[in-house]
């Protein structure tokens, strides 16, 4: 493990620079920064559903698995040119989407991110999700990022709207269904 931060307040991002995992120093609005910044927010979304004391415990110890994968991709982020997610942590998303999506009823209609608090904060992870995804395939765009990288958040998305839905039936209640034209008359 690198140095640990003994000194927080350093003074060297003042002129709007930041420094990668590589020493080198970008600009605070760089796209890479942004993709770093993103998955951030994202992993602290998380950190936000993971205060539900309701939570199922199976539920729990997925995303707590996830904050650290995203810590690692944070890492992949920062340091250019590096690869550290895996085609196995992309599988194990894969996994767990399909064991918590095992046992809910088909979807027939859209659904609205709501219902349980729990559940809204899943789909709202699942909206930044979706942002952080757009950063790095931006960045992808740019410089280069991991296919890995890529897939993982890709399939995070899927997997913050299953729990969306499985965290509503352990509230007991269901999912909330979009109305067409509810409000048109």
Sequence with gaps: MGNRLSKIITRTGDAGTTGLGD???VNKDSLRIHAIGEVDELNSSLGLLLTEAELPA???EALLGIQHDLFDLGGELCLPGMSVITNAQVGRLEELSATFNADLPRLKEFILPGGSRAAAQAHMSRA????AERAIVHLGNNETVSEDARRYVNRLSDLLFILGRV???AAGGGDVLWQKGKNAD
């Design 167 to 169: 965290l509503n039936r």
């Design 58 to 60: 199976a539920v729990r």
């Design 128 to 131: 930044i999700c979706r942002r």
């Design 23 to 25: 020493g080198s120093r």
